[in-house]
């Protein structure tokens, strides 16, 4: 009986293992949270307490109601910031908090 041979390349295992583990949207959204400053501007991210996700959502708390207030103007363009640093459409909704 002959043996296959099951090699693969390094490349497509990698590939591979983060399709099925979701790791290229975790590590989109580890660079989200630590890119923040540059993604959502310095007043912003200054008053941001956290930054969490759920499926396609982003949850931003801010400290001041004056700057949630603010945020929920600018919210397409926080979106598009976003998504146009991930290289593509990682958030479709953001909620203040």
């Known amino acids: 009986m002959a ?3 099951n090699l693969v390349k390094l490349g497509d295992a990698i ?3 983060f399709k099925q583990e979701n790791l290229d949207v975790k590590i989109s959204q580890f660079s989200v949270k630590n890119n923040w400053k540059e993604i959502a501007g310095e007043p912003i991210a200054v008053n ?3 930054i969490f996700f759920n499926n396609k ?3 931003v ?3 001041s109601a004056a700057m949630k207030h603010e945020v929920s103007f600018r919210k397409e363009e926080l ?3 976003i998504n146009r ?13």
């Not at 991930?86 to 203040?96: A, F, W």
Request: hydrophobic letters at 35%; charged letters at 25%; a positive charge.
């Open 15 to 17: 590939t591979q293992l």
């Open 3 to 5: 043996k296959k041979n």
């Open 61 to 63: 708390t801010l400290r």
């Open 57 to 59: 959502t982003i949850f």
């Open 85 to 97: 640093f991930c290289g593509y459409k990682l958030v479709e909704q953001i909620i203040i908090r």
């Open 48 to 50: 941001t307490t956290d």
């Open 79 to 81: 979106l598009k910031n």
